[in-house]
């Protein structure tokens, strides 16, 4: 069963850093592009970040542009948004979500979303 768990998302003082963590089961992460996205209370949901197949493909929003970074550890099954200098406007659940392709770039079809981690971001 396809299956994509968000962590690492807590209260952070602004200026902070956190690493949140896109684990992934049930298929093979390496074959498919993911995307990190974000919804703030009230608001709709917006992309974040997005990582080819291959990891060599890397998109940014650019509010988070030169202080989010997207990678991948494919041994892990893992997708990670290392996010720094942190801002309250940061403030969001965020989630992942995985391609319906297999071994391209960022598509926008998605075929699973994550639950969710929540980060919010003191002044």
């Known amino acids: 069963q396809l299956q994509l768990v968000e962590s690492g998302g807590t209260l952070v003082q602004s200026g902070g850093s956190l690493r949140l963590s896109c684990t992934a089961s049930?298929?093979?992460?390496?074959?498919?592009?993911i995307g990190w996205f974000r919804q703030a209370p009230g608001k709709e949901r917006e992309g974040v970040s997005c990582i080819s197949s291959g990891g060599s493909i890397l998109k940014y929003a650019d509010s988070v542009k030169g202080r989010f970074t997207i990678s991948r550890e494919n041994a892990k099954n893992t997708v990670y948004l290392q996010m720094n200098s942190l801002k309250p406007e940061d403030t969001a659940d965020y989630y992942c979500?995985?391609?319906?392709?297999?071994?391209?770039?960022?598509?926008?079809?998605?075929?699973?979303w994550g639950q969710g981690t929540q980060v919010t971001v003191g002044s």
């Open positions: 979500a995985r391609d319906t392709l297999r071994q391209t770039s960022w598509s926008g079809n998605i075929a699973a």
């Open positions: 049930g298929f093979t992460l390496d074959d498919f592009a």
